[in-house]
């Protein structure tokens, strides 16, 4: 009788899991997008920090006077050629950064995107209308962990979620942009944290990339990385988090958007807990792997819709892919 019970019963779930009925899905053990994930997770990582500067590109790290990323990529790991997605404006490249997928999946092809005014929509969307990003999976897996952004270019604003974040505070001046942001790490200590600064963008348009005005807005960023840095010192998290930088596009004379590489090439650099020091990333690196890292670095599991993948060596204890293929020289 007991064995005709749990026979019943066997079938009864098999019945529920072939049907794909919710219950049937809690059976089968099946995971949604956003659920965390306990193993294969890097060490030592409670917190995420992204420094995102716009137009910043590998050449205005070389060339202008930059101690803080330069200690960054010394004591952490750097791939210096990082491609964007094309066209290499804005728009489509943070949403990118955050979105883990690129205009085709998310269908933001340019600056003259908006929520109610576009062609492409979304693959697949949130309840918003817009395509999940690192903030509203992380949001649905820890609904209880902070997440804050602020941002010296308002159209970064129109990007993600309003539900999914904390904090959303929009400045006019990369000084005000700072200022709050390491107030709000002192007082939030956010598990993800997102900064934007414009002023090197600007820089590039009004005198060209590559102009001292331009390499002088790099120093200037520079300076407010370094009072970040100190910030999360002061926070008591710098042990605990990882620090990214990273850029939407570079530019070439007075602007971007074309398919150059001096356009379409940005550096993204690893800092602080879980990352080795002094590395070289051998793997190649896409602008929409950002969000897939950030997921992989907080455990968090990343929606099918994404297609960037984590940059995995960059941490303690993870190599470089087994299926890495660098090319042959011509
Ligand atoms: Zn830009
Ligand atoms: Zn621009």
């Known amino acids: ?35 965390t994930l306990t193993d294969d997770k890097p060490k030592g990582i409670e917190h995420v920090i992204v420094i995102g500067v716009d137009g910043l590109s590998p050449d205005g790290i070389k060339m202008a006077e930059t101690p803080n990323i330069d200690r960054m990529v ?22 990118s950064m955050i979105m883990g997928a690129g205009p085709e999946q998310h269908g933001i092809i340019n600056n003259d995107w908006e929520l109610n005014k576009h062609t492409l929509p979304p693959i697949t969307q949130e309840a918003d209308g817009r395509f999940p990003t690192i903030f509203s999976i992380l949001h649905r897996a820890k609904p209880q962990a902070e997440i ?19 904090y959303d505070k929009h400045f006019s001046t990369e000084d005000s942009t700072a200022a709050d942001f390491i107030q709000y790490v002192k007082t939030k200590k956010p598990v993800l944290g997102f900064v934007h600064f414009d002023h090197v963008d600007h820089a590039g348009h009004h005198d060209g990339h590559g102009s001292k005005l331009y390499y002088e807005s790099v120093a200037k960023a520079d300076s407010l990385i370094g009072q970040i840095l100190a910030g999360l010192k002061d926070a008591g998290i710098a042990e605990k ?17 074309g398919a150059t590489p001096q356009e379409a090439e940005i550096a993204g650099v690893f800092y602080g807990a879980g990352v080795k020091k002094g590395y070289s990333i051998q793997q190649q690196v896409y602008t929409y792997d950002l969000a897939s890292t950030i997921a992989f670095a907080l455990g968090v599991e990343q929606p099918y819709a994404w297609i960037g993948r984590p940059v995995k060596p960059v941490f303690n204890g993870f190599g470089e892919p087994k299926n890495l293929w660098l090319g042959e020289k011509p």
């Open 241 to 257: 988090t990882l620090v990214i930088l990273w850029a939407d596009h570079g530019g070439i004379g007075k602007g971007h958007g």
């Open 148 to 166: 804050g952004t602020v941002y010296h270019w308002g159209g970064f604003g129109r990007l993600f979620q309003k539900n999914a974040v904390n």
């Open 1 to 35: 009788m007991l064995a005709k019970i749990s026979c019943a019963l066997a079938a009864a779930s098999l019945l529920l899991t072939a049907f794909h009925s919710p219950l049937g899905e809690a059976l089968a053990g099946e995971r949604r997008p956003g659920q």
């Open 74 to 95: 010394a004591s952490g790991a750097v791939k210096w050629n990082v491609r964007t997605v094309l066209t290499s404006a804005s728009s489509q490249n943070w949403a």
